[in-house]
């Protein structure tokens, strides 16, 4: 390598270095810039704290949350097959709404092309108001996976989001996180709404996209209780489970379903847990020292590597 070469060589080594710390500050400042932006946008009320968030009275959340803590028995439709007897037995840490460590399994079949679901549907049923209609994995169902339970608290904030800006967040996202994110908008019937199509937004799957559609579903797969909205009862493992079934369906008015959603769409949101901020967002402090270390690099290039040499 001559001397000619080996400047250029140098100096393009150097202009790929000095490129490489200047999208790094242009990144740091971006996502500086996006923080305060999304910081002056109004935050929902938050708190661990039973208050209604002010969409109802506070007399009225008490009850709604009443009814989401009430356990129910088999005289109220509980089973045949079911998961637990109130939904606050898995959403209540640290508040009624919140989440659990309860998980509920699902099952089903891969056949190298299609997943093929469990008889009776992927969700098995942990319990069973009679040993005789137990739900169970069966062979040849070898796809077994635990689903935690999810948050409802602020859920209400959620589900007034418009389509338009859940479809524009999930554009956004390859391209500011360069490929690593791709949200994946679908649509899913409304049940209230005739089976009308919104863009999904709860559940593990975004399967459903309201909280009387999800809380309707919740009734009828968690404790086996129907209601209009879905008035047929879960099988076992496929078998009619009718023999066992003593209340005639919907086994609740629909009233509950109300309550529950109501309950659900004035909680609070989840307040911001300010020790895991530290951990994950620099503080304007490391954020500043941060650009002082690519300021000071620069400063080292250039001082050895002069431009023009
Ligand atoms: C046995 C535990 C259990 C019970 C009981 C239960 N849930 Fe859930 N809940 C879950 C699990 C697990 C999920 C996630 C389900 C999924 O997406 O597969 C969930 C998700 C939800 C969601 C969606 C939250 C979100 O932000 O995506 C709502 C709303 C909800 N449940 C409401 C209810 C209501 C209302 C009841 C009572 C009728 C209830 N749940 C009873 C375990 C339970």
Redesign the pocket.
Known sequence: MNRNELKATRNSRFLKTLFLLVSTVATLTATNTGASERQSSTEAPAGFDNMTNGLVLQDQFDADKAA?EERELISDGLGPVY?????A???QNPVTGAI?Q???I?SGHFDGRDFIEHPGGSLIH?RAINAAIQERVLNGYEIRTF??????LG?GF?EAISDETLIEIAQRQPGESRGRIAGEVIRVPVLEAGGALRVG?????N??AS?VS??AD??LN??G?TSPLLPVENTSNDASVAAYDTVPDPENNGE??EK??SF?RATKAPPIDEVLVQLLRPDPARCCSARLVVLFVTDRILSRLPLGQ
Not at 147 to 152: A, E, F, G, I, K
């Open positions: 989401f998961n637990a007897q109130s939904c037995e898995c959403h659990s309860v998980c509920e699902r942990s689903r935690t339970s999810l948050n409802t859920d959620v937004r709860f559940g593990w799957k399967q459903h909280l999800f809380c919740a009734y968690e404790m209780i509950d379903v529950f959603a659900i």
